[in-house]
Nanobody, 114 residues
Framework: QVQLVESGGGLVEPGGSMRLSCLAS????????TAWYRQRPGKQREFVAG??????TRYGDAVKGRFNISRDLRNSLFLQMNSLNPDDTATYYC?????????WGQGTQVTVAS
């Protein structure tokens, strides 16, 4: 059983920045398909950013050029979010696959408002 715990959410003003963290109970490199998703109010969960074993990253169209996904050499996945706008208000989830099973964190709320 793998646990993923997100942190770093909260309230931020439009134009601001925020960094989310996801702490895994296993080494992050032992997981595949590590990514961030979000669910905005009234909408389906959507892909935000992902990083694969070699370090290649990809991003959803809505966040390209503003968000950056990274990881450390131990247990953490990060999402640096810049130039935030109210449309980025959502619950953000990290996810990854370990030994063929997909895991999700409980989510962290990000609210972008004045």
């Amino acid at each position: 059983q793998v646990q993923l715990v997100e942190s770093g959410g909260g309230l931020v003003e439009p134009g601001g920045s925020m960094r989310l963290s996801c702490l895994a109970s296993v080494t992050i490199f032992s997981m595949s398909g590590t990514a961030w998703y979000r669910q905005r109010p009234g909408k389906q969960r959507e892909f935000v950013a992902g990083i694969v074993g070699g370090g290649t990253t990809r991003y959803g169209d809505a966040v390209k050029g503003r968000f950056n996904i990274s990881r450390d050499l131990r247990n953490s996945l990060f999402l640096q979010m810049n130039s935030l706008n109210p449309d980025d208000t959502a619950t953000y989830y990290c996810t990854g696959t370990h030994r063929g099973r997909s895991y999700w964190g409980q989510g962290t709320q990000v609210t972008v408002a004045s």
